[in-house]
């Protein structure tokens, strides 16, 4: 959440010619819900469900994926990404994620939580994050982000 990967992603893959596919947009398109109404009308086991579902076509070969801040907690979803993909952890520290989110409605693990509350999920998240095949500094325009991200997946 507010690592930028949506941007960075878009970019890869419009540089690379590649297929795009963010999974919290798939999530919408296949429930016809934002993100806030399906946590409001099935919380957060509804959402992490449709993800979960979603993932596997999101996986298509050759193609740049964003994914959601909290599907890779999932053991089966990690296991699945990391089996076939180029992981990369886009690497930020808390302060610039808090100032990017906070700006942002529609955050439903972000509204109304105290910027303490935030940082535990981010903590509680990023040993998984850490386990990825590579990490970029994040914490950078995301065009110099996206330029690293290519070269380590043409790598």
């Known amino acids: 959440m507010g690592s930028g990967k949506s941007v960075v992603g878009a970019l890869v893959a419009q540089r690379t010619n590649s297929p795009f596919h963010d999974l919290d947009l798939m999530v919408e398109a296949d429930s016809g819900m934002t993100i806030p109404e399906i946590f409001a009308s099935g919380g957060e086991p509804a959402f992490r469900a449709l993800e979960t579902r979603l993932l596997p076509s999101a996986l298509e070969p050759g193609s740049v994926v964003a994914l959601g801040g909290g599907s890779l907690i999932d053991d089966a979803n990690w296991a699945a990404v990391s089996r076939d993909s180029t992981t990369v952890y886009l690497e930020v520290p808390f302060q610039t994620i808090w100032e990017r989110i906070r700006k942002l409605a529609g955050r439903p693990l972000a509204s109304g939580r105290s910027r303490r509350d935030v940082e535990s999920l981010f903590?509680?998240?990023?040993?998984?994050?850490?386990?990825?095949?590579?990490?970029?500094?994040?914490?950078?325009?995301?065009?110099?982000?996206?330029?690293?991200v290519i070269k380590l997946w043409s790598a």
Do not use: F, I
């Open 123 to 148: 903590e509680t998240r990023r040993a998984r994050y850490e386990k990825a095949m590579h990490r970029v500094n994040g914490d950078r325009p995301p065009v110099v982000v996206a330029d690293e």
